[in-house]
Nanobody, 127 residues
Framework: QVQLVESGGGSVQPGGSLRLSCAAS?????MAWFRQGPGKEREGVAA????????YYADSVQGRFTISQDSAKNTMSLQMNSLKPEDTAMYYC???????????????????????WGQGIQVTVSS
């Protein structure tokens, strides 16, 4: 059983930045961030595959958010810049073991259930 612990988040004005981090207690090779805003469905934000450092992003955050991973420390981070009010949501870290050759990306884009989930952390963008 892998436990995920998120940190960071909080409140920021539009155009501001925040950094989320997720620490995993065990080995996984596919880590992702999902979010769910008020009255909205869960959506994928970004994912990273440690096998070849491939990254995947939702169109809505491409160019503004950057996902990274420190494999040695089993941690993942999401740098969020140019935040917008529509980025307001509960953000969840998720992790799993994915097969190579795009397996992590397919799982992310298909919103397949990841095996491990964090408790969630609130991000609020408001003036």
């Amino acid at each position: 059983q892998v436990q995920l612990v998120e940190s960071g988040g909080g409140s920021v004005q539009p155009g501001g930045s925040l950094r989320l981090s997720c620490a995993a207690s065990g080995y996984t090779n596919c880590m992702a961030w999902f979010r769910q805003g008020p009255g909205k469905e869960r959506e994928g934000v970004a994912a990273i595959y440690s096998g070849d450092s491939s990254t995947y992003y939702a169109d809505s955050v491409q160019g503004r958010f950057t996902i990274s991973q420190d494999s040695a420390k089993n941690t993942m981070s999401l740098q969020m810049n140019s935040l917008k009010p529509e980025d307001t949501a509960m953000y969840y870290c998720a992790a799993d073991l994915a097969p190579p050759y795009g397996g992590c990306g397919r799982r992310f884009r298909q919103l397949a259930d990841f095996a491990y989930w964090g408790q969630g952390i609130q991000v609020t963008v408001s003036s």
